[in-house]
């Protein structure tokens, strides 16, 4: 039979022997972790980068994308697919719709509001409650413009409605369909270029409007100095949005190119702002015809406005 003498491992004997000749060695357990120093982690991050990281969203956004990508996602002809479009809550909406009516110069809209969770919902509800403020401010305009006049008779405009719903989708979807198409280009030919997906522009899109809600009901106030002033103070918070959430995405492009992109935005933008204002709002007064009242004697009497 074995002895206890003969149990002992010979790698104990050979540690304890060590640590009774050297008793102020350093022992290391393998339950603890053992602490790298942080000057050995690498190579420290230029500050710089850091910024354009923030900027772009590349430092976090890779990681949400990547754990993004590991999520089974249903087919596109099933209701699945749809839902998580429309997959937020009332606080998140709201927090987003918060910035783009006070954008922060400097900060990413897609990094900081978008990216982790982009929706429809919101640029869906905005532009719809768009279309109906414009097209309804637009009538009562037009008729507190003509009120009092005998000649004037107000009649509501419903085809108001169908023209701004098509004018504001088209924008809300064609201009970032086709901002969606130059960043991929650009990006095949620029390997600086940061393409947003097709949803995150859209969404930018949406809640960049939602400024417009308000300034379009008070284009009711019948001076076109107030209109002007409140188009164009809209006009520089949404257009703000726009700006400071893709020229970081292009300004590693051609100067020139990348100038054209972000002044083609503005552009577009202030197109969009300009045109309901000079349609809905601002439309030449029309020339009613004088009533004609018939006389007790025969003649007809042409009353003047």
């Not at 990547?66 to 697919?81: H, V």
């Not at 197109?271 to 004088?290: H, M, Q, R, S, T």
Request: hydrophobic share 45%; aromatic share 14%; with cysteine.
């Amino acid at each position: 039979m074995a002895t206890v003498d003969d149990l002992k491992f010979q790698e104990f004997d050979d540690a304890a022997n060590l640590l009774a000749a050297n008793p102020d060695a350093t022992t290391i357990s393998i339950d603890e972790p053992v602490e790298i120093p942080k000057n050995q982690h690498g190579r420290l991050p230029e500050p710089g980068r850091e910024e354009d990281d923030e900027l772009l969203g590349t430092d976090d956004s890779d990681k949400t994308e990547l754990l993004a990508g590991q999520k089974k996602s249903a087919p596109f002809w099933t209701f699945e697919y749809y839902q998580t479009f429309f997959d937020v809550d009332t606080y998140q909406v709201l927090d987003r719709i918060k910035g783009s009516v006070f954008p922060v110069p400097g900060k990413n809209f897609v990094r900081l509001y978008i990216r982790s969770n982009p929706d429809l919902y919101g640029p869906f509800w905005i532009c719809a409650t768009l279309v109906f403020t414009i097209a309804v401010s637009g009538n009562l305009s037009n008729f507190f413009i003509h009120l009092g006049k005998p000649t004037y008779h107000y009649v509501p405009e419903f085809r108001k409605v169908s023209i701004a719903a098509t004018t504001i989708y088209a924008y809300a979807w064609l201009v970032p369909l086709a901002l969606w198409g130059f960043l991929m280009w650009r990006n095949s030919k620029v390997m600086n270029i940061v393409s947003y997906s097709f949803l995150e522009i859209v969404c930018v899109y949406g809640y960049s409007l939602f400024i417009y809600i308000p300034t379009a009901i008070l284009w009711i106030i019948p001076q076109k100095v107030v209109r002007w002033v409140l188009v164009m103070f809209s006009l520089c918070l949404s257009g703000s949005v726009l700006v400071m959430t893709f020229w970081p995405a292009v300004r590693d492009d051609n100067r020139r190119i990348a100038l054209a992109t972000v002044g083609t935005i503005v552009l577009l933008h202030a197109l969009l702002a300009v045109g309901c204002l000079a349609y809905f709002f601002d439309a030449p007064e029309l020339d009613f015809p004088a009533p004609i009242i018939p006389a007790h004697n025969g003649t007809t009497v042409i009353t003047k406005s």
